[in-house]
């Protein structure tokens, strides 16, 4: 007998038990919990032939971004491939294995026509976001989710993440009321849903609603951080409004503790930290051996990295702790990969090498080429992924840099521009007003 999931998808190779072992590891992987891969082991374990477990399997490897999990795709693709048979799931089995070969926008394009023709598969949903964020196709991570939410009912499990999604696509195309009330809509139907909790704090970092986003993220934050995947990356926006604040105390403590605290030995969150010291670092923050720290385990992380957002911050990182031959070896590889023919051949091309070489000619003291490099890279800088608040730090390096190079009507441009995006930001508001005190005397 075929075992069907919960919205009534066949599951070819399933029995009762690893079907409901199944529905137990994708409520881990929707509401980011615990182990999800844990999870999803033990369910191939009851079903060697179950095609959608080991499906699942390579999503979860591929969504984390790390070089490790890239490699454990194509294992699963290949282990995948003689077990799929309905549809469903050969357009999953063709999509994860687009993904797991570097090709993430034919791999986004692929989960579209499946949420079309499968509007509550809420697995392709969630991976099809996140490809969005990957690729900054912010329109695709608002409306894909849009196109499914009339198919669906609030009663039905997991419907949570629909609006928590929609929130944080809604937030990325500027649409901050919409983005806020979904956002709160998706955290009241399920208290601790770490994505919407994410989505609202995004909204608000926007908007420079300072002592908002601080009470919404330190209301109770046991309940959006306990055994939370999402727990580093939400501490992570709560320091940006200490830092916007000028809070720096906080933001070393926050740092130290729940950011870097354990020192997660993975890209993205090594990421999380390397941009924060490099905003508190453009302060003039003393940050001690942090640097150090930090640029030692992105030499752990195992294998050439295939998703160029990862590479930029660990030049970051590299430049930060002052050891310029290993930033400069991640430009090398980032030079490789944007001669191939994939997707991080675009993200490489166009964004990461651009922005890692300005982010090592401001270590080198070089900011009128740091600046030169990053002006005409900012406006496209989505195409490589990342939020509106991830990708600040290209425009917080661009304004430190106009003014350690002294040049005046590029600082008073570039942080005019700010005060019209933030007006409320009370850091934005210190820049602008210092641009126009500047008695800048040309070199």
């Known amino acids: 007998m075929t075992m069907h999931d919960g919205e009534g998808h066949a599951l070819t190779g399933a029995t009762a038990e690893a079907r409901d072992l199944f529905e137990h590891a994708l409520e881990l992987q929707r509401c980011y919990l615990g182990d999800p891969l844990e999870a999803i082991d033990r369910t191939i374990t009851a079903a060697p032939g179950f095609a959608m477990a080991h499906i699942t399997r390579g999503w979860m490897n591929l969504i984390g971004t790390e070089p490790r999990g890239f490699a454990n795709a194509r294992q699963s693709h290949a282990n995948a491939a003689p077990l799929a048979k309905t549809p469903r799931e050969r357009a999953h089995l063709e999509a994860m294995g687009q993904l797991a070969n570097c090709d993430f926008h034919t791999a986004a394009a692929t989960l579209q026509r499946l949420s079309i023709d499968h509007p509550r598969d809420l697995l392709a949903l969630q991976i099809g976001h996140h490809i969005d964020f990957f690729v900054g196709d912010a329109r695709m991570m608002r409306d894909r989710i849009a196109r499914a ?264 441009a570039v942080t005019a521009e700010r005060k019209a995006a933030k007006p409320h930001s009370v850091f934005t508001e210190a820049v602008f007003q210092r641009a126009r005190a500047a008695a800048v005397v040309p070199a």
């Open 149 to 412: 939410l009339p198919e669906w009912s609030e009663d039905r499990p997991g419907y949570h993440l629909l609006p928590a999604m929609h929130a944080f696509g809604l937030e990325e195309c500027g649409d901050y009321v919409e983005a806020e009330r979904q956002g709160r809509r998706a955290a009241a139907l399920h208290p601790g849903d770490s994505w919407a909790q994410h989505a609202v704090a995004h909204v608000m970092e926007m908007q420079g609603r300072l002592k908002e986003g601080l009470a919404w993220m330190r209301d109770d934050p046991e309940l959006w951080s306990r055994d939370s995947l999402l727990a580093i990356h939400n501490w992570w926006h709560t320091a940006l409004y200490h830092l916007d604040l000028g809070e720096i105390d906080e933001v070393l403590t926050l740092y130290d503790g729940p950011i870097f605290g354990t020192k997660p030995p993975f890209s993205m969150t090594l990421g999380d930290a390397g941009a924060l010291l490099w905003r508190l670092m453009l302060r003039g923050v003393d940050l001690g051996d942090r640097w150090d720290v930090l640029a030692d385990l992105w030499t752990q992380v195992e294998g050439r990295s295939l998703y160029a957002f990862n590479d930029a911050h660990a030049v970051m990182a590299y430049v930060g702790a002052g050891r310029r031959s290993k930033a400069v070896e991640v430009i090398a590889a980032l030079e490789e990969a944007a001669a191939g023919d994939n997707s991080n051949a675009i993200f490489s091309s166009q964004v990461a090498l651009p922005v890692a070489r300005a982010f090592l000619a401001f270590g080198d003291g070089d900011y009128t080429g740091c600046a030169a490099l990053l002006l005409p890279v900012i406006p496209i800088a989505h195409r490589f992924g990342g939020s509106h608040a991830q990708r600040d730090v290209l425009d917080l390096t661009l304004i430190e840099a106009a003014f350690r190079a002294d040049d005046e009507p590029l600082a008073r």
